[in-house]
């Protein structure tokens, strides 16, 4: 009778027994957990709806789940295609702020159009920064609308590594006739 190892090959027995090897001595590679994104962006609202006249406060929490400092945070808001599409709709920002530990803090940044600067930079590994912008949406403005956004956003941290993420979407806020 003839051996079974014979029958496969100096090769594919060369590679059973290294594989054997290494797991004996744990150096087989193993599969591991996902890796959680290196700089997380949420968004919330405190209101799913307004009227005419009404305000939204949309806040962005920025979440460092590196072992390291984020230095630099780049992050752009812009409206969907879908809402831009709508020339009854009119809304605009009226505030920001950066919620701090002794308090609510205006934006440093340039506004909704860049809010990287107001995350106040750095943000230390695990913690995060929340930016809360007021939506006002105008006494005249159309009704039975979506107001809807996108982010982009780049991250730079001390170890000089990046990490850029996007689209993100924001809840849509329903702007209802009232």
Not at 23 to 40: K, S, V
Not at 65 to 72: G, I
Not at 143 to 160: K, L, P, V
Not at 166 to 176: A, D, Q, S
Request: net charge negative; glycine share 10%.
């Amino acid at each position: 009778m003839r051996s079974p190892l014979r029958r496969l090959g100096p090769a594919t027995v060369l590679a059973t027994v290294l594989a054997f090897v290494l797991a004996l001595f744990g150096m087989a590679p193993q599969a591991t957990a996902a890796d959680p994104a290196p700089a997380e962006l949420t968004f919330t609202a405190d209101a799913a709806t307004t009227t005419p006249g009404g305000t939204v406060q949309l806040s962005m929490t920025l979440t460092n789940n590196r072992t390291y400092d984020v230095w630099f945070v780049y992050q752009t808001i812009d409206p969907t295609w879908l809402t831009t599409q709508r020339p009854d709709l009119k809304y605009s920002f009226t505030g920001c702020a950066l919620a701090t530990a002794a308090g609510s803090t205006p934006c440093a940044g340039t506004g909704p159009a860049d809010l990287g600067a107001n995350y106040g930079a750095t943000v230390p590994p695990g913690q995060s920064r929340t930016v809360t912008l007021t939506l006002q949406v105008a006494p005249d403005s159309g009704c039975n609308g979506n107001i809807g956004f996108y982010s982009y956003y780049y991250a730079e941290f001390s170890d000089s590594e990046s990490a850029g993420g996007g689209p993100v979407y924001t809840p849509e806020t329903r702007v209802l006739c009232a």
